[in-house]
């Protein structure tokens, strides 16, 4: 059977791929998702579109990602827990494939009392794992999680988050056992931890049973540093970044020089298959990143038909 995800076909493939996050507006600006997507054509392999991220309301991560797939490029939808009940992450799955979604991330979310509606009803009908079973459930047995058969499965390569700050790999392997196929991590800077869960992950041949990307944020400033430090629980943020970009003469180039330096050392590890950028408002220092990493030009994909499921 085809695969349907460009970024699945890559992987695949053996590719080294690189993914990068933009935050829909807080508005109903089109105009705004384009800019941002556009901005990172040449840069990255697949753009995830962020789903209310810390509470905040925005432009839902569907919509965004029908706009960037209407742009020829690639989506990753995340799919938040905190905010739907199980129709509704079904019924957002449905219509994100049957408008050419074909990457979905399984996420739970942040709670809505820490962002701008702290009097929202907080669902969680389900957690990530359980979002993770019924999203394969979909999409290899054709059916609802209710048992109910859906009159045509959808089709999507589906991933799921890991924080290797904070996480023993038991964890990545439930999620992998829930049907997760990729992984991109949470932020990270302390190497030396990643390294030994990687370790571990290898030891346990999760590697090869899913694709793993090493999450890097670009900092621009030594107080965004100490921000994520302080107020990201599980961000690991060590002093020597804070300590550097203090020193810096100009902080946004050194945060560029720090992410681009984690890129380099997170794809010399063994069964890292790729990198996932992130920024705090900052979307146009992704490519910069990339380009000092030695990671572009980016390669093309593989032609649908070469590579198999």
Not at 61 to 75: C, D, F, H, T
Not at 122 to 142: C, Y
Not at 187 to 213: E, N, P, S, V
Not at 255 to 276: F, K, N, P, S, T
Request: glycine share 8%; proline share 5%.
């Amino acid at each position: 059977m085809k695969s349907f995800s460009e970024l699945q076909r890559r992987l695949q493939a053996g590719h080294i791929v690189v993914t990068g996050e933009i935050a829909p507006p807080r508005g109903a600006s089109r105009a705004a998702v384009e800019r941002l997507a556009l901005g990172l054509r040449d840069a990255v392999d697949a753009i995830n579109l962020t789903d209310n991220q810390r509470g905040l309301g925005r432009m839902s991560a569907l919509g965004a990602g029908i706009i960037v797939r209407q742009l020829g490029l690639e989506p990753i939808v995340q799919m938040t827990c905190q905010h739907r009940n199980r129709i509704a992450l079904q019924a957002d799955v449905l219509s994100g494939a049957a408008c050419g979604i074909t990457n979905f991330l399984a996420m739970t979310g942040d709670h809505p009392k820490i962002g701008d509606h702290p009097d929202a009803k907080n669902v969680l009908d389900l957690n990530s794992f359980q979002l993770l079973k019924i999203l394969r459930t979909m999409r290899d047995e054709g059916k609802f999680q209710s048992g109910v058969a859906l009159t045509e499965a959808p089709r999507f390569f589906l991933g799921g988050v890991a924080n290797p700050n904070i996480e023993r790999v038991a964890r990545l392997e439930r999620k992998i056992q829930f049907g997760a196929e990729f992984i991109q991590t949470q932020i990270l800077f302390d190497l030396d931890r990643f390294r030994q869960w990687m370790a571990d992950a290898r030891a346990a041949g999760l590697h090869q049973k899913a694709y793993i990307l090493a999450g890097i944020m670009v900092v621009k400033s030594a107080q965004s540093a100490r921000f994520l430090r302080d107020h990201l629980p599980g961000s690991r943020v060590p002093e020597w970044v804070i300590e550097r970009m203090e020193r810096a003469a100009h902080p946004e180039e050194e945060g560029i020089a720090i992410a681009a330096e984690l890129a380099q050392e997170l794809l010399a590890i063994e069964g890292v298959r790729g990198i996932h950028i992130m920024s705090v408002g900052w979307t146009k220092a992704i490519p910069q990143v990339v380009a000092r990493a030695g990671l572009i030009p980016r390669p093309p994909a593989p032609p649908a038909d070469d590579v198999q499921e």
